[in-house]
């Protein structure tokens, strides 16, 4: 366990780490970047530290942590890759489970949801028990999510993210590469209340409606990249995905917007590109292109307000109704 920068969460647990990297988003991986300052210490391989590897010695970990936390699963890897077992991957989520979940949130991110709908469907179907009283369903706390960065992975992965059954679904953009939409994916979830009078409140007081609750993006974190080679994302493409989402009543968090922003004329700099709706960057301004500049931190504000909605059940933030 190590307390963590990354906004959404309190903590991240790593009982695997390493991954393959998925281009293009996976370009600039932050963890590949680090895990060779790791080599050969905290169960890092000396010779190849971003293989992916099991850790069964941290399995126990959230267990003993008292406080509850937002816990981001597998920050350094993808716990879905081909090479950790099926076996190593129910471990992971039964470790979960220990007392109860501790009162903890865990958020499972990965860029492989199909294995993780394969795997999640055939413990239903075989009963497999998380906690005392929670068989044949994934339990409340854990929430699963895909990461994408282009419309093209998210008409990919996100069909697939919502064929697995949970408590709750998100989506992470980041880095946002290009302009996309998730409105097929976010359903108006302020209309179905107003129509719906069958609402009831579930065993951890959670409004729910078992005739009509959409399966649907419970939450969309969206951020731009980050790093010395990070590319620069259109602020149109951030507020589309808000305004999409402050449409349905889907809470929206807008994590960072990297490290570039809208050039300011008055104040003369080096480097000024020109980003199109489009994603392509080119010195020469176009109607729609937006010049921008390297910032070094380009901050979550955006029109002049921080997007930090969380939904209902996350511990530690404001909650979005």
Known sequence: MADTRIEWADVVWNPVTGCTPMPPGCDNCYAARMAPRLAGRFGYDKED?????????????????????RVFVCSMGDLFHGKISDAQVLAVFQAMGRRR??????????????????????????????????????????????????QVE?????????ETPAFRHFVSVEPMLREMTLARWV????????????????????????????????WVVAGGETGPRARPAHPDWFRRLRDECVAAGVPFFLK??????????SKPVRGVVHVGRDGAVGQDPTGLSVPMVKTGKAGAALDGREWREVPIGSPGLRVAK
């Open 49 to 69: 530290p971003f293989r992916p590897t099991f850790h069964e010695d941290r399995l126990e970990e959230p267990a003993r942590w008292r406080k509850p936390r």
């Open 101 to 150: 979940g501790a009162g903890h949130v865990f958020h499972v991110l990965t860029k492989r949801p199909e294995r993780m709908r394969d795997l999640v469907l055939r413990w239903i179907e075989d009963g497999v028990t998380f906690h005392e009283g929670c068989t044949g369903r994934l339990p409340w706390y854990v929430w699963l999510g895909v990461s994408v960065e282009r």
């Open 154 to 162: 998210a008409d990919h992965r996100i069909p697939y993210l919502l």
């Open 187 to 218: 359903p108006n979830r302020q209309r179905l209340a107003r129509e719906c009078a069958g609402a009831v409140e579930c065993e951890h007081g959670h409004d729910v409606c078992p005739e009509c609750d959409p399966v649907g993006l419970d």
């Open 256 to 265: 960072s917007r990297g490290v570039w922003l809208p050039w300011d004329p």
